[in-house]
Structures are given as structure tokens and as C-alpha cells.
């Protein structure tokens, strides 16, 4: 059919409102008009008819389509059983059309029956009596079961953005970011189909808080596909997104613009400002998409035409400039991380032969300027901890080729890389803990370890954990610190409680506790003793710079450079063989528990 043109609608109100049919009730007219509007009536099978304006001969075309589509969709739902309503294979968009459609058909002819007597109503039904039998019993039961159908696709599509929304806010912004596209995409259209649902008449009212909650995931899931896109071939996903977003957050637009300055600036609930992150903790902290989609994502939500508030404006074009400098910064990391890469490569006399005094010392002042930022603002990034390694060895590499190899500058090098190394150790080695202790019960630890061992467990895992992420790719593919950390702790809790007498412990058979505590107490106490160990020895104290001074003899000066020497290769190849230990066990499990 060919669909009504903005014109065609325009001339059939004008007809409508003709002196020929100003007796039509106005019933009847406004369900005629109604019903013209949603069928896409198409007008050039009236002929001469429409073109004289006559449409008192449409209005039986108009319900004779509107009752022959009543009777195929009542026919449809009456020959489905309650279950069988589940499979259907409509979307609720689609219900709701249907039931309309009953609904006006219903109500068309219980008008019929009031108004037997008026001219209009008898003409236009005695033209159709012949063509189309009505039995509205039948259209009553068919409408029942599309209700029926509605509410068993209702829960439906709340089942499945329910599990939406579980699994996003289980999850942090930039574990989202590693979930594929197309996955992102489903979330997205789940969780539109719930809140397309509760904005319905049926439940606006009623679901007030839950729509709330729905529309703040789908936000968060939209501003994951936009990041996502943001360096992508894909620029009408992204400015889809941005413009959802700007339709879901219209009636809280400047609460929403102060949450994504929050994550920027340090915003109190009242809108005081106590200051900016600066463009280097950004750049350690985020990623360049991310960066880059918050900028976008400010200056479309901070139109001045629609925010008048001058605080909120005057806020946003700070930020805005910390996020174009932090991006600044990340390309001062890349420029960087290929510098380093030349240094290594042609380290030694070539270097020193190839790259004149100046040039070195402008070198090395860059990277230990990168090499302060990545220490200031530590970071769960591959990238950036491979960056660091990288300048710590560069660094030394170009003191070494300006004479500098006993200097003051080369001993508190070592000694801050000394620190890198054995925090990345730490971490790995808590990542192992909290992979064994997620492995038993309550009841298996209460049987490994004392209370005060358990205690220091606890410790260890939080200890300065935010800095102490695990830095291995292949290692964060298995294993997440992030969610393995609130479990492990609830589960270390849980431990000291059966320990202390205030849970009971369960009964278990003696010998399989006496063999569990045979075959797991020497590694687990081991892997306890290494990370108490190299926290007190190395990650306690407080590295303060060597100074110079007449009582430091050249002796004690390399001392420091030679025990730092010596510990860095220490943890790089203990670092080296214990995340390969972690590799072969996980390998092994896999191969295990997969069946064959």
C-alpha cells in the first residue's frame, strides 16, 4: 500500500470537517479519522471519490480494513492455548497495536448498538453486513489471550533486562569495555524494551524507582558503545548513542552533567568544588577512548542553548581542557615509549657515539618527567607498566652513556626502580593468594591456618590495593583481582568467625580433612611468607632520595647501586618464573575440568 503523505492526512481532517459531514457523530468521526491515520489507508483506491471530497464512502472502506485485520488477528490468538501464548512471536510494540485494534473495533460497534437510529451509523453498517460477519464474543476472547500474550512477553523482556542489569552493575566501566560490541548492542536493546515497557500506561505509575535504575544502566551501556566507537569506522553508532543518551537524561540533564564532571573534578553533593584531577593522573588513568568519549560526551550534554546554570558551564570548560591535555600527555607517552624502545636498541658505545651530550640529557629528563607521572599515578594498564619498565631501563642505559654510572641520580634510579619491580611481584603474588583462597571453603582455610595467619591474609589483600594490580595480559585474561577481592575478603572473614566460636563449623569426615591438610598447607603458607615478606622488606619503607653529603664515601654510594642491582634482577626473573607457575597451573585446570 502506498503510505499516507503529510498531505494526503491534511486533506482528509480538511474533509472531515466539511459541512457534508458535520451530522457524522463525533464518535464516529474521531474513530474514522483514528482509524484512517494508523492503517495507512491508501487513498487511490477511492478514485474520484476522495479527489471530490466525498468521504463519507471512505469511512466503510476504513472499517472494513479495520475489521477483516480484527478477524485474522482473533482467529490467530483464539487458536493458541496459554501456553502456546509464549511462543507467538510478537513484541510488545506489536501486542499493543493489536490490542488497540480489538479495543476499537469492540468499542466501534458497542457504539453501533446505542445508535441504531441515526442515518449515518445505519448507512455505513448496512454496507458492510453483507461483506463481513461480526461476532464481538469472539474479538472479547481474542483480546483476553492478547493480554494474556502481553504480560507473558512483559515478564520476558523484564526477565532478560533484569539479567542486564544485574551483570553491568556487577562490573565496573572498564571491564565493560572488553565485552564485544554486538554484546553491548543486545544489552542496549533489552534494556529498551524494559523501559519502553514501564513508560507504557500500564506501568508508569506503578515501577517509578525500577525505570529509574533501568534508564541509569542503559546510559552506562551506551556510553560503552560510544567509547568503544570512538576511534571506529562506526560514526552513526556513536552519535546514536550520544543522542540516547541525551533523550534518556532530559529530565535530569544537569544531575547527569555533574556525574560526568565527577569523574573528573572532586564535586561535593551541594556543588562545591575542592579541585581537578590533573591532566597526567587522567592520562595514567584512563584510556584514550575513554578520554576521548567524555569530551564528546561533555560537549554535547553542556549545550549553553539548553544549560543556563553559569556554575555547571564554567565547570565543564575546565574539565574539558584537562581532558584535551590529558590526551596531550598520552601522545607525550606514546613519543616516549618509542624513544625508549631506540634507546635499548641501540644502547652502549653505538649509542653514545650516534646521539650528541644535549640530545641525551633532553632524552632522559623526558623519561624520568613520564617516569614521575606513571609513579604519582599507578595504574592497572599493560600498556603503561610496560612503558615504565621500559623508561627505568632506557633511563639507566643513558646515565650509564654520560658518565653517570656511580652518580647520586643513578643510585636513586635504581632504587625507584627496585620499587616498581617488587610492587609488580606483590601484586602477582596476591593475585595467587586470593586465587587459592577463592578456591576452598570457610571451613578448608579454618583447617590450613591460625586466626592470626588469616588475619594477615586479610591485610595483605588490602593492602594499598589500588596500586596493586596484577600487570601480566595473559595473567588478567584468567583472573580478575578486581572481583575476586570483596569475596575473598567476605570468605577471610567468614574463616575468623568459625575460628573465633561465633559460626559453627560443619561436620566433615576426619580423614579427608586430615589429607587436605597434608597436601595444601606447605604451598599456602609458603605463597603467606613471600608476600609478608617482600611487603616489610621492600614495599614498607619510605624511599627517600639520596642526598649529597661529606659522610657518604663513594664505597657506601655504590653499595646502594649494587644491592639495588642485584634485588631488581631478583624480582624481574622471580616475577618471570612465578607468573609462568600461575600459567601452567591455570593451563592445567583448564585441561582438567574441560571435558573431552
Given at each position: 500500500m502506498m503510505p499516507l503523505a503529510d498531505d494526503n492526512i491534511e486533506q482528509l481532517i480538511e474533509a472531515f470537517s466539511s459541512d457534508d459531514l458535520m451530522n457524522l457523530s463525533e464518535d464516529l468521526l474521531n474513530i474514522a479519522i483514528e482509524l484512517t491515520l494508523q492503517d495507512d489507508f491508501d487513498l487511490s483506491m477511492t478514485g474520484s471519490i476522495a479527489k471530490s471530497n466525498d468521504l463519507l464512502a471512505i469511512i466503510p472502506k476504513?472499517?472494513?480494513?479495520?475489521?477483516?485485520?480484527?478477524?485474522l488477528?482473533?482467529?490467530k490468538f483464539l487458536a493458541l492455548d496459554y501456553e502456546d501464548l509464549a511462543f507467538a512471536g510478537y513484541s510488545l510494540e506489536e501486542l499493543r497495536g493489536i490490542r488497540k485494534l480489538l479495543e476499537d473495533v469492540i468499542a466501534l460497534f458497542e457504539k453501533?448498538?446505542?445508535?441504531?437510529?441515526?442515518?449515518?451509523?445505519?448507512?455505513?453498517?448496512?454496507?458492510?453486513k453483507d461483506s463481513i460477519e461480526v461476532d464481538l464474543e469472539l474479538y472479547r476472547r481474542a483480546l483476553n489471550n492478547v493480554n494474556d500474550a502481553y504480560k507473558i512477553q512483559s515478564r520476558h523482556v523484564m526477565n532478560a533486562a533484569i539479567d542486564v542489569y544485574k551483570r553491568v552493575n556487577a562490573m565496573n566501566f572498564e571491564h565493560l569495555l572488553h565485552e564485544k560490541l554486538f554484546v553491548l548492542e543486545e544489552q542496549q536493546r533489552h534494556l529498551n524494551n524494559a523501559i519502553e515497557l514501564l513508560e507504557s500506561k500500564d506501568f508508569q505509575d506503578k515501577y517509578s524507582e525500577q525505570l529509574s535504575g533501568l534508564r541509569t544502566t542503559l546510559?552506562?551501556?551506551l556510553e560503552a558503545i560510544s567509547t568503544q566507537t570512538i576511534n571506529a569506522d562506526v560514526s552513526k553508532k556513536r552519535a546514536l548513542s550520544l543522542d540516547n543518551i541525551l533523550y534518556h537524561t532530559r529530565n535530569n540533564s544537569e544531575e547527569y552533567i555533574l556525574r560526568v564532571l565527577r569523574r573528573f573534578a572532586h564535586i561535593s553533593k551541594d556543588r562545591k568544588l575542592s579541585g581537578y584531577l590533573l591532566p597526567e593522573e587522567i592520562a595514567a588513568r584512563y584510556k584514550s577512548s575513554y578520554i576521548k568519549h567524555n569530551r564528546v560526551l561533555l560537549s554535547v550534554i553542556s549545550n549553553p542553548l539548553h544549560v543556563r546554570q553559569a556554575d555547571l558551564l564554567i565547570l565543564t570548560n575546565e574539565v574539558l581542557k584537562?581532558?584535551?591535555s590529558a590526551l596531550n600527555v598520552k601522545l607525550t607517552f606514546v613519543e616516549t615509549c618509542r624513544l625508549c624502545q631506540e634507546v635499548l636498541r641501540e644502547s652502549g658505545e653505538t649509542f653514545e657515539q650516534t646521539s650528541p651530550p644535549e640530545q641525551r640529557r633532553q632524552l632522559l629528563a623526558r623519561i624520568i618527567d613520564v617516569l614521575r607521572i606513571l609513579e604519582t599515578y599507578p595504574t592497572n594498564s599493560?600498556?603503561?607498566e610496560t612503558l615504565q619498565g621500559k623508561g627505568y631501563e632506557a633511563a639507566l642505559v643513558l646515565l650509564q652513556s654520560m658518565q653517570a654510572a656511580q652518580s647520586l641520580a643513578m643510585a636513586n634510579l635504581l632504587r625507584q626502580y627496585q620499587v616498581y619491580t617488587a610492587r609488580r611481584l606483590f601484586a602477582l603474588r596476591i593475585s595467587r593468594l586470593c586465587m587459592y583462597i577463592s578456591a576452598h571453603t570457610p571451613r578448608q582455610l579454618s583447617r590450613l591456618a591460625s586466626e592470626r595467619v588469616l588475619t594477615l591474609c586479610r591485610d595483605l589483600v588490602r593492602y594499598k590495593y589500588d596500586s596493586l594490580r596484577p600487570s601480566s595480559?595473559?595473567?588478567e585474561a584468567m583472573f580478575d583481582l578486581d572481583e575476586y577481592k570483596d569475596p575473598v575478603l567476605m570468605k577471610l572473614e567468614k574463616t575468623l568467625q568459625i575460628l573465633q566460636g561465633k559460626i559453627p563449623i560443619e561436620l566433615d569426615d576426619s580423614t579427608a580433612v586430615v589429607q587436605e591438610r597434608i597436601t595444601l598447607t606447605p604451598?599456602?603458607?609458603?605463597?603467606?611468607?613471600d608476600c609478608f615478606a617482600l611487603k616489610v622488606q621492600e614495599l614498607d619503607k619510605v624511599v627517600e632520595p639520596l642526598t649529597s653529603s661529606y659522610d657518604m664515601r663513594p664505597s657506601e654510594l655504590q653499595a646502594h647501586i649494587d644491592s639495588s642491582r642485584e634485588r631488581i634482577h631478583y624480582f624481574l626473573a622471580q616475577h618471570q618464573q612465578e607468573n609462568q607457575l600461575v600459567v601452567t597451573t591455570y593451563e592445567e585446570d583448564q585441561e582438567t575440568f574441560t571435558p573431552a
Open positions: 476504513i472499517i472494513a480494513s479495520r475489521l477483516s485485520k480484527a478477524d488477528y482473533s482467529r453501533r448498538s446505542f445508535s441504531e437510529s441515526h442515518l449515518l451509523y445505519r448507512d455505513v453498517f448496512e454496507e458492510l546510559i552506562v551501556v584537562n581532558l584535551s599493560e600498556y603503561l595480559v595473559y595473567l604451598s599456602f603458607s609458603q605463597l603467606v611468607i
